[in-house]
Nanobody, 121 residues
Framework: QVQLVESGGGLVQPGGSLTLSCAAT????????MAWHRQAPGKQRELVAV???????DYADSVKGRFTISRDNAKNTVYLQMSGLRPEDTAVYYC???????????????WGQGTQVTVSS
């Protein structure tokens, strides 16, 4: 049973920093892209950052220069380092990964349970 387990959310003041972690557990043969998304109250879920299997990264314009996505393939873990946090970054953050858990090169999308990030003074 594959699961994505997130950690690291919390309350932080504007301008502060926070790092989120997401570990994929279970029977895993291969992981393709890993990404972070977020959903603020009353808004649609949006892609924040993605780390491809080839090592490429991409970010939403709103977080470029402030957030950094990284990945530890040995630990099947993706991180999101967030700095210069703003109140508008307040949201539930979800990690997402495309995982081959059968060993047949077919990738299934999995989602974490979400972790709350609140930016407020």
């Amino acid at each position: 049973q594959v699961q994505l387990v997130e950690s690291g959310g919390g309350l932080v003041q504007p301008g502060g920093s926070l790092t989120l972690s997401c570990a994929a557990t279970g029977t895993i043969f291969s992981i393709n892209a890993m990404a972070w998304h977020r959903q603020a109250p009353g808004k649609q879920r949006e892609l924040v950052a993605v780390f491809t299997s080839g090592g490429g990264t991409d970010y939403a314009d709103s977080v470029k220069g402030r957030f950094t996505i990284s990945r530890d393939n040995a630990k099947n873990t993706v991180y999101l380092q967030m700095s210069g946090l703003r109140p508008e970054d307040t949201a539930v953050y979800y990690c997402n990964a495309a995982i081959d858990y059968r060993g047949n090169s077919y990738y299934t999308q999995f989602w974490g349970q979400g972790t709350q990030v609140t930016v407020s003074s």
